[in-house]
């Protein structure tokens, strides 16, 4: 389910970021979100705990759809409301690496406002 969930989100983020940012700077988020997440979840894991998925990579893109939503007339108070449910849920089912969600939100935010100063 979790698979599936990240797979939908990766559709559904993925063409309205690559109309604001370009396929590239997309990637680039992508993989800055995926590597603060992992990083972040290795950093608070316990010596036994592993983690694996793109989980963070799927918060960073929902971070940085926060970021350009405006810009793009895209209701933010939405995607606001489904990050924080996306993490209620990570802490009630247990099982879920909300640190690699956090640190992937935190990536996708600083990278996106990064591409965006740029411009």
């Not at 590597?35 to 799927?58: K, N, R």
């Amino acid at each position: 389910m979790h698979l599936g969930f990240n797979m939908y989100a990766l559709m559904v983020l993925g063409n309205p970021l690559e109309a604001a940012f370009g396929k590239n700077k997309v990637l680039i988020i992508f993989f800055v979100s995926l590597l603060t997440g992992s990083l972040t979840s290795a950093y608070f894991a316990p010596i036994y705990g592993q983690s694996v998925g793109a989980s963070g990579a799927i918060f960073g893109l929902f971070g940085a759809l926060a970021i350009v939503g405006k810009r793009i007339g895209a209701d933010t108070r939405s995607i606001y409301v489904i990050i924080v449910i996306n993490f209620v849920i990570g802490f009630a089912l247990g099982g879920v690496d909300w640190k690699a969600h956090l640190g992937g939100l935190i990536g996708g935010l600083i990278s996106a406002q990064l591409i965006l100063n740029k411009r």
